[in-house]
């Protein structure tokens, strides 16, 4: 009997169980599905949000390729690595479109009939974060809350959103901005699109 082609939700579900129990049992790290990025332009399947921004693709047999040169442009705006889980239809085809600093492992059914992951490449540092775009993760609060912080008079915080990024940028080295950003990011108690965090 054949097996079943491998969905999206079998190979994320998996990953869970599988590649990301040590993230989910840190309380300092933040793992969440479908992160915005460049207020929700493109989406980060999984996020692994603890010293670094990881970010993990999946491609199942079902999908396509069509959106994955613009999602390898925004991740590499933001995250400090990815990974790409692919089914083995795909493989050639991604290696082909993703840079060296992004790892590849391939998804497939096991004998069991479980999803068996082989890791292809291991991830590396990702050296073209964009601060502008990293920056618009924040909501504007959060953006406010930081420009405060940074001695910024509060006549300035009512400016347009994107001005506010701007300054944040103009004011913080990457390494301290990326550091604000993943903070924000862990403290918040709410997201837009998901439950609250028990």
């Known amino acids: 009997m054949a097996s079943k082609p491998l969905r999206d939700s079998d190979v994320r579900q998996a990953a869970y169980r599988r590649l990301l129990t040590h993230a989910q049992a840190c309380p300092d790290t933040l793992v969440i599905d479908e992160l915005g990025l460049d207020h929700g332009s493109c989406r980060i399947d999984i996020a692994v949000i603890n010293g670094h921004i990881r970010g993990v693709e999946i491609k199942a047999e079902a999908d396509n390729l069509q959106r994955l040169p613009r999602q390898v442009a925004a991740y590499g705006e933001v995250v400090d ?99 604000a950003v993943r903070t924000a990011l862990k403290s918040r108690t709410m997201w837009r699109d998901q439950q609250p965090l028990s």
């Open 81 to 179: 690595k990815a990974l790409l889980i692919v089914d083995p239809k795909h493989l050639t085809s991604a290696m082909a479109i993703v840079p060296d600093w992004w790892g590849v492992m391939v998804a497939e059914r096991g004998a069991t009939q479980g999803v068996k992951f082989r890791r292809v490449r291991a991830e590396r540092a990702n050296r073209g974060i964009d601060p502008l775009v990293l920056t618009r993760l924040l909501w504007r609060p959060e953006a406010q809350h930081l420009l405060r912080e940074l001695g910024v008079a509060e006549r300035h915080l009512r400016a347009p959103r994107e001005v506010l990024y701007q300054q944040i940028v103009s004011l913080m080295p990457l390494r301290k901005l990326a550091s």
